[in-house]
């Protein structure tokens, strides 16, 4: 139980396009999803709480208007980045959990972006 | 705020033996979780094992296992019998009712055959 998918797991978009990116909780509810953000051999870094109905909080630092995150039903966020540069270009990963905190999280695969 | 410090940025170890990874952490909450993750070269996260900071006993799952030392706040993951599926960084993470989760650097790990 409690998978998370994310989707696409690869995308390349030329700068100044936008691109969606999709997590769904398959097989529990999820009124809260966080958005990550990874470098190589680096920790996650944490963008931003999807909220389902409500705005997203966003870490110190993000652009809101850059990374724009809706959180429409309890099964599925989505993060667009935005007019994306080649600075954008980096591993985002999503993750949710059926019961937090004591359940722990789970993640979905990732999305590696390049933006050329 | 809540930190998580993991002093060993790589390991390595010889296949079928023992490994230990530190992990220390630092709140002024009582009540918490700590987890470890891995991501292996797939980049996939996946929970390895968790422990309630209310429970004394170290929790176990098959060859990994936990040293929980709440007094001070060390939560180490020890594996055993190493296996070449076991190369994978390894997140320590602390999460709690008040706060968002918080992850180590990362301990890289390779299994050597």
């Known amino acids: 139980g409690a998978v998370v998918s994310q989707h696409p797991s690869r995308v390349i978009c030329k700068s100044g396009t936008s691109v969606k990116i999709e997590c769904r909780s398959l097989d529990f509810q999820a009124t809260t999803m966080f958005w990550y953000r990874q470098f190589p051999k680096q920790s996650l870094m944490l963008m931003a709480t999807s909220n389902e109905g409500s705005k997203a909080t966003y870490e110190q630092g993000v652009e809101k208007d850059k990374f724009l995150i809706n959180h429409a039903s309890l099964t599925l966020s989505t993060l667009t980045v935005t007019s994306a540069h080649p600075e954008d270009s980096s591993f985002y990963i999503c993750?949710?959990?059926?019961?937090?905190?004591?359940?722990?999280?789970?993640f979905g695969s990732g999305t590696r972006l390049t933006v050329v | 705020a809540q930190t998580v410090t993991q002093s060993q940025p790589e390991m390595s170890v010889q296949e079928a033996e023992t490994v230990t990874l530190s992990c220390t952490y630092d709140t002024s909450e009582n009540n918490y979780y700590l987890f470890w993750y891995k991501q292996p070269p797939s980049r996939q996260m996946i929970l390895v094992i968790r422990?309630?900071?209310?429970?004394?006993q170290n929790a176990t799952e098959n060859r990994f296992s936990v040293n929980f030392q709440k007094a001070a706040k060390s939560f180490s993951l020890k594996i055993s019998d190493s296996q070449l599926g076991d190369t994978a960084m390894y997140f320590c993470?602390?999460?709690?009712?008040?706060?968002?989760?918080?992850f180590g650097d990362g301990t890289t790990l390779t299994v050597k055959p």
């Open positions: 993470a602390f999460t709690s009712v008040k706060s968002k989760s918080t």
């Open positions: 422990q309630e900071a209310y429970k004394q």
């Open positions: 993750s949710a959990s059926p019961n937090p905190p004591s359940y722990g999280y789970t």
